[in-house]
């Protein structure tokens, strides 16, 4: 069992920046590659980005190129979602996830036996 806590969230203005964390808990937290999704009121849960168990590999929705980053710290079990130039369209909660697969791309890796987070509210206001 792995337990996630996402923190960071809040309110920020259009152009503003926020730094989410995920904090993990339970079994090795180096033995999963993260993703992070995001759902909007109304929409899919959708692919945010992903960092693979070592952080050398990372991977990000097209919309999300340039404007994020996400990275981790295996030493305090934590993960993290950097994000510049938000846009009002960016307003949704935000989950991280954690799975054993090789595919940690693929947010099919996360549906069956990957662990998720609560979430956290972002918004961006115009």
């Known amino acids: 069992q792995v337990q996630l806590v996402e923190s960071g969230g809040g309110l920020v203005q259009a152009g503003g920046s926020l730094r989410l964390s995920c904090a993990a808990s339970?079994?090795?937290?180096?033995?999963?590659?993260m993703g992070w999704f995001r759902q909007a009121p109304g929409k899919e849960r959708e692919f945010v980005a992903a960092i693979s168990w070592s952080g050398r590999s990372t991977y990000y929705a097209d919309s999300m190129k340039g404007r994020f980053t996400i990275s981790r710290d295996n030493a305090k079990n934590t993960v993290y979602l950097q994000m510049n130039s938000l846009k009002p369209e960016d307003t949704a909660v935000y989950y991280c996830?954690?799975?054993?697969?090789?595919?940690?791309?693929?947010?099919?890796?996360?549906?069956?036996?990957?662990?998720w987070g609560q979430g956290t509210q972002v918004t961006v206001s115009s």
């Open positions: 339970g079994r090795t937290f180096s033995s999963y590659a």
């Open positions: 996830a954690a799975t054993a697969k090789n595919y940690y791309s693929n947010y099919d890796a996360y549906l069956r036996g990957g662990y």
